[in-house]
């Protein structure tokens, strides 16, 4: 019996639900349907893939980032190691084409016999070999070889060498550089400017740069005078302390825990690589940027120095130190003579004459001034020697006339300010430019003895003034964080420069163009007159007291709290030489001649360099 038509067409339907919910497998060419449940769920996972391989990338990317900034800091110090070991080349084929001329010279003095005997010993000491070289370094380095096979096997650079700079595979220094005689270290070369210093330098208080890292203030002193933040409320604690003498622009305190050595990490700013590498110690012999040149854009590089940077006419090999004047008072201000015959001593209400050439002897004058119990902040000479102005924490100046039989006080020049910092003479001698407690800069006529004008701008004590050779400008700086420009001939002010610390000390390249600054904060800054480049210099562990420019504008010099006085290459910064005192060097000058350098420190004396070319 068969189904009827009806009970067939319902079984027809039921099949059809029943394939509507639950689908077989898709034939070929038939298209793929999901529901809105599977369709966001496979989205969610197509989403958290992404997510997971975004991740990743950025993982990976900041992986990359890192290694950026390992790779530039290791191109920085392979930089410097390369031109450090160019110069140490160039330096020792100079010694030893020297010792040549040197022998040649001395040969035909000596028998035939003795002759050939020197020249055939000379002969045999040019003969270095390859053996004899490793076994050199060997002997002063025992376990170079073995790291440098480290590296070599690695294809990394050396993290692992403590007492080594970072060397690469690339960078490592040809074996014949390694044994030129150095005494302690085989790259210890590169840890000073070549050139500078002699070995009986040490007597005269000159130090190699690897000892001047070593020599360092502690750190408990290096954080006590670290550079304050413009949000605290104590910015201006120079202008307040003036009157106890507290203040590091003029005196060191005797009490104050000396200086000790230590080969401890130095801040980031000592070596110069702050922007390109993470906090790390740094081997007391490792090569550090001190100079960088920053860009308008505020891009900061480390400076190649030209190869002529330490060497030429006009340009220091070191100073030696020649006399010291027993002052009894701190010594905050100094000045020598035109020509170089008399050096004047600046401490608590007198100011004493020297004779250069008798320092063991006792002052040829004494002159008494600013009520005798107020201490002198600078002393100037015009250039004809016959006058002398004084100024400090009182509100006159005095004028000496040093041509009489006796010098005596011939005009006394009184402002409205309570202190004088800084004083300046016009090239023709007719005026005198006193930078005041007030921010006010006065400008005096010397002839009629009176107050013709006053710069007013900043906006607190005028600290420090420079005039360029032609007279016709005037460059001052201050507390406030500013150094100004002024024109004089349209008595105006020109160009402002902020900074983001006090400025104690500054000076006009005489033969134009660069302006050297001495801050609060350590730093030596070299400003272009005209355009926006200029160079930051790091030597100083604490704030820049003074800084004078050598005639011939080769070359400057700067003291600090840190008891160290330092000779500069101009502009770029090269560093000369350097001096550690055993106080805080308050005040510099150097002689017409360029001849010498006399410096007043904080243990009540003035030192006299002799500057050796």
Same mark, same amino acid.
């Given at each position: 019996?068969?189904?009827?038509?009806?009970?067939?067409?319902?079984?027809?339907?039921?099949?059809?639900?029943?394939?509507?919910?639950?689908?077989?497998?898709?034939?070929?060419?038939?298209?793929?349907?999901?529901?809105?449940?599977?369709?966001?769920?496979?989205?969610?996972?197509?989403?958290?893939?992404?997510?997971?391989?975004?991740?990743? @990338?950025?993982?990976?990317?900041?992986?990359?980032?890192?290694?950026?900034?390992?790779?530039?800091?290791?191109?920085?110090?392979?930089?410097?190691?390369?031109?450090?070991?160019?110069?140490?080349?160039?330096?020792?084929?100079?010694?030893?084409?020297?010792?040549?001329?040197?022998?040649?010279?001395?040969?035909?003095?000596?028998?035939?016999?003795?002759?050939?005997?020197?020249?055939?010993?000379?002969?045999?000491?040019?003969?270095?070999?390859?053996?004899?070289?490793?076994?050199?370094?060997?002997?002063?380095?025992?376990?170079?070889?073995?790291?440098?096979?480290?590296?070599?096997?690695?294809?990394?650079?050396?993290?692992?060498?403590?007492?080594?700079? @970072?060397?690469?595979?690339?960078?490592?220094?040809?074996?014949?550089?390694?044994?030129?005689?150095?005494?302690?270290?085989?790259?210890?070369?590169?840890?000073?400017?070549?050139?500078?210093?002699?070995?009986?330098?040490?007597?005269?208080?000159?130090?190699?740069?690897?000892?001047?890292?070593?020599?360092?203030?502690?750190?408990?002193?290096?954080?006590?005078?670290?550079?304050?933040?413009?949000?605290?409320?104590?910015?201006?604690?120079?202008?307040?302390?003036?009157?106890?003498?507290?203040?590091?622009?003029?005196?060191?305190?005797?009490?104050?825990?000396?200086?000790?050595?230590?080969?401890?990490?130095?801040?980031?700013?000592?070596?110069? @690589?702050?922007?390109?590498?993470?906090?790390?110690?740094?081997?007391?012999?490792?090569?550090?940027?001190?100079?960088?040149?920053?860009?308008?854009?505020?891009?900061?590089?480390?400076?190649?120095?030209?190869?002529?940077?330490?060497?030429?006419?006009?340009?220091?090999?070191?100073?030696?130190?020649?006399?010291?004047?027993?002052?009894?008072?701190?010594?905050?201000?100094?000045?020598?003579?035109?020509?170089?015959?008399?050096?004047?001593?600046?401490?608590?209400?007198?100011?004493?004459?020297?004779?250069?050439?008798?320092?063991?002897?006792?002052?040829?004058?004494?002159?008494?001034? @600013?009520?005798?119990?107020?201490?002198?902040?600078?002393?100037?000479?015009?250039?004809?020697?016959?006058?002398?102005?004084?100024?400090?924490?009182?509100?006159?100046?005095?004028?000496?006339?040093?041509?009489?039989?006796?010098?005596?006080?011939?005009?006394?020049?009184?402002?409205?300010?309570?202190?004088?910092?800084?004083?300046?003479?016009?090239?023709?001698?007719?005026?005198?430019?006193?930078?005041?407690?007030?921010?006010?800069?006065?400008?005096?006529?010397?002839?009629?003895?009176?107050?013709?004008?006053?710069?007013?701008?900043?906006?607190?004590?005028?600290?420090?003034?420079?005039?360029?050779?032609?007279?016709?400008?005037?460059?001052?700086?201050?507390?406030?964080?500013?150094?100004?420009?002024?024109?004089?001939?349209?008595?105006?002010?020109?160009?402002?420069?902020?900074?983001?610390?006090?400025?104690?000390?500054?000076?006009?390249?005489?033969?134009?163009?660069?302006?050297?600054?001495?801050?609060?904060?350590?730093?030596?800054?070299?400003?272009?007159?005209?355009?926006?480049?200029?160079?930051?210099?790091?030597?100083?562990?604490?704030?820049?007291?003074?800084?004078?420019?050598?005639?011939?504008?080769?070359?400057?010099?700067?003291?600090?709290?840190?008891?160290?006085?330092?000779?500069?290459?101009?502009?770029?910064?090269?560093?000369?030489?350097?001096?550690?005192?055993?106080?805080?060097?308050?005040?510099?000058?150097?002689?017409?001649?360029?001849?010498?350098?006399?410096?007043?420190?904080?243990?009540?004396?003035?030192?006299?360099?002799?500057?050796?070319?």
């Amino acid at each position: 019996m068969y189904p009827s038509a009806g009970a067939m067409n319902a079984a027809a339907a039921a099949a059809a639900v029943a394939a509507a919910r639950h689908p077989g497998p898709p034939q070929p060419g038939q298209p793929i349907k999901f529901t809105v449940g599977e369709s966001c769920d496979r989205i969610k996972e197509e989403f958290n893939f992404l997510q997971a391989q975004y991740h990743n @990338l950025k993982l990976e990317c900041e992986k990359l980032a890192s290694e950026k900034i390992e790779i530039q800091r290791h191109y920085v110090m392979y930089y410097e190691m390369s031109y450090g070991l160019n110069v140490e080349m160039h330096k020792q084929t100079e010694i030893a084409k020297r010792l040549n001329a040197i022998i040649a010279q001395i040969l035909p003095f000596l028998s035939q016999e003795h002759q050939q005997q020197v020249a055939s010993a000379v002969e045999r000491a040019k003969q270095v070999t390859m053996t004899e070289l490793n076994a050199i370094i060997g002997q002063q380095r025992p376990d170079l070889p073995r790291l440098l096979q480290q590296m070599h096997a690695a294809h990394l650079p050396a993290h692992g060498a403590p007492p080594l700079p @970072l060397l690469g595979q690339g960078a490592l220094p040809p074996a014949g550089l390694l044994g030129l005689g150095v005494p302690h270290h085989p790259l210890s070369v590169l840890a000073k400017p070549p050139d500078l210093h002699r070995p009986d330098d040490k007597g005269n208080g000159i130090s190699s740069a690897e000892e001047r890292h070593r020599n360092s203030i502690s750190p408990g002193e290096r954080e006590k005078y670290r550079t304050r933040s413009p949000a605290e409320p104590d910015h201006k604690k120079l202008k307040k302390e003036e009157k106890d003498m507290g203040h590091e622009l003029v005196v060191d305190d005797a009490s104050e825990e000396p200086t000790s050595p230590h080969n401890g990490a130095p801040s980031p700013r000592e070596n110069g @690589l702050d922007k390109l590498q993470p906090k790390k110690e740094h081997p007391p012999h490792s090569p550090r940027a001190y100079s960088f040149h920053v860009s308008a854009e505020g891009q900061m590089q480390p400076v190649p120095f030209p190869p002529d940077a330490l060497m030429g006419p006009g340009i220091p090999r070191h100073a030696r130190q020649v006399s010291a004047l027993a002052h009894g008072e701190v010594v905050c201000a100094v000045t020598v003579s035109s020509p170089t015959k008399y050096v004047y001593t600046g401490g608590k209400g007198c100011v004493k004459v020297w004779d250069i050439s008798q320092p063991s002897k006792a002052p040829v004058s004494q002159l008494d001034c @600013l009520q005798r119990d107020n201490y002198i902040r600078s002393v100037k000479l015009l250039p004809d020697g016959r006058t002398l102005i004084v100024g400090g924490e009182a509100s006159n100046l005095s004028i000496w006339d040093l041509a009489s039989p006796t010098p005596r006080i011939k005009a006394e020049l009184t402002s409205s300010a309570p202190a004088c910092y800084a004083l300046a003479i016009s090239p023709d001698s007719k005026v005198c430019f006193s930078c005041c407690s007030d921010g006010n800069i006065a400008v005096w006529d010397l002839h009629n003895q009176t107050l013709v004008r006053q710069f007013q701008g900043h906006t607190d004590g005028a600290s420090c003034i420079d005039i360029s050779a032609d007279g016709t400008k005037l460059w001052t700086g201050g507390l406030d964080n500013t150094v100004r420009s002024w024109d004089l001939r349209e008595g105006r002010q020109l160009q402002q420069h902020d900074f983001s610390s006090q400025i104690f000390s500054l000076g006009y390249c005489p033969t134009g163009e660069w302006l050297a600054v001495g801050m609060e904060n350590s730093n030596v800054e070299v400003l272009h007159a005209v355009k926006p480049d200029k160079y930051q210099l790091h030597l100083h562990e604490s704030c820049v007291l003074s800084l004078r420019f050598a005639s011939c504008g080769k070359w400057f010099v700067s003291t600090g709290k840190d008891n160290l006085l330092n000779a500069w290459r101009t502009p770029y910064g090269a560093s000369i030489f350097q001096s550690k005192e055993s106080s805080s060097v308050l005040s510099c000058d150097i002689s017409s001649d360029d001849k010498y350098i006399v410096t007043g420190s904080g243990d009540k004396k003035a030192t006299v360099y002799e500057v050796i070319y």
